[in-house]
């Protein structure tokens, strides 16, 4: 089955993809990791539009989750997450593949608010945790593992997160609209229940029952 997860930021499809794509044994593919992990040509590429703070083409985009997907593991399907976000994306990636089904993780505009405005990462070791959910550090201000300083993006405080969450529900508005004209189905899940109940009721829409 090839599913696509989209939420608002904080919805945890991230998460849910993860935990969806090993019921199913299909992989998940995460078009930030695929240009982040890129080599090669492609590297030099994608580095050349991040150095400058410009977003990366859909063109480079769709080219390398083609290649992605023409591989051997994507054979009985896969889970994309992150992408498409708009239509224009939507519209080059169906020329590339169909999508049978796309899971919309729904959270609201406070909830998103709340998860965000909690993420903090480690400034040594990376661990991410978060003030408000979970994993929630022993100490606000300290890293469980190493010691280090837990900082915050500076884009995660509550006015920069509504203007992402306009910016977001303006656009990925449209990539629904396409893929109901399209006659794929989109699945509602409440992205607010617990997370293990998230993916019970994920994979319950999509008739797989938990192994």
């Known amino acids: 089955m090839k599913l696509i997860f989209v939420g608002k930021q904080g919805s945890g499809k991230g998460t849910q993809a993860k935990k969806v794509s090993k019921e199913f044994?299909?992989?998940h593919i995460s078009t930030g990791d695929m240009l982040r992990n890129a080599e090669g040509d492609l590297k030099s590429k994608v580095e050349s539009y991040m150095e400058k703070?410009?977003?990366v083409p859909d063109?480079?985009?769709?080219?390398?989750?083609s290649e992605r997907i023409k591989k051997e593991d994507c054979n009985n399907g896969f889970i994309l997450d992150g992408f498409p976000r708009t239509e224009l994306q939507a519209k080059e990636l169906s020329e590339v593949t169909d999508i049978d089904k796309v899971v919309r993780i729904?959270?609201?505009?406070e909830e998103s608010i709340k998860r965000l405005s909690g993420r903090v990462h480690c400034n040594k070791c990376g661990a991410n945790y978060n003030l408000n959910t979970q994993p929630k550090p022993k100490n606000e201000s300290t890293c469980d593992k190493c010691?280090?300083?837990l900082i915050r993006r500076k884009d995660d405080n509550p006015?920069?997160?509504k203007e992402r969450l306009e910016n977001y529900q303006e656009k990925i508005k449209q990539v629904f609209e396409y893929y109901n004209e399209l006659n794929v189905e989109i699945i509602e899940i409440d992205g607010e229940?617990?997370?293990n109940k998230v993916t019970e009721e994920i994979?319950?829409?999509l008739d797989k029952e938990i192994k």
């Open 25 to 27: 044994t299909t992989p």
């Open 53 to 55: 703070g410009e977003l």
């Open 59 to 65: 063109k480079i985009i769709v080219g390398v989750l």
């Open 106 to 109: 729904y959270i609201s505009n």
């Open 147 to 149: 010691g280090g300083e």
């Open 159 to 161: 006015e920069a997160i």
């Open 193 to 195: 229940q617990d997370i």
């Open 203 to 205: 994979l319950k829409k």
